[in-house]
């Protein structure tokens, strides 16, 4: 699974909804999912976790019109990563994040996978 790592508090402004789209100073041609990582600094609570996973369905140039998803202004050279689908984890993972689009490890892919299967349930 690729992994982003996002600063405190726009990783949990996301998660809970208030912020669709993450800037970056750079593109990426990837889409699909993504889990989201809160970075370890500024010590935010969940710091070094993926909080939520969500879906990247876009990348372009940031506009004005970008402003309030992004809950940041525009400025040249901005890219907006357009986030949808965000499902947050009830129990966020630690993670070492790293800079730019990277991949989980097996076992950290794992534990936030088991968290975003639904459970089966039992026939009566």
């Not at 992994?3 to 593109?27: C, D, F, H, V």
Request: net charge positive.
């Amino acid at each position: 699974m690729k992994a982003l790592s996002i600063k405190q508090p726009w990783a949990n402004m996301i998660a809970s909804g208030e912020k669709t789209i993450e800037t970056r100073m750079y593109s990426t041609a990837y889409r699909g999912e993504l889990a989201l990582c809160s970075s370890a600094l500024p010590r935010i609570a969940p710091a070094g976790c993926v909080v939520a996973v969500a879906t990247l369905i876009d990348c372009r140039p940031m506009t004005h019109a970008d402003e309030d998803a992004a809950q940041c202004q525009s400025e040249p050279g901005r890219w907006s990563w357009v986030l949808a689908a965000v499902r947050v984890l009830p129990r966020p993972v630690p993670v070492t994040g790293r800079l730019r689009v990277f991949t989980l490890d097996a076992e950290t892919e794992r534990l936030v996978r088991a968290q975003l299967t639904p459970r089966a349930v039992a026939a009566a």
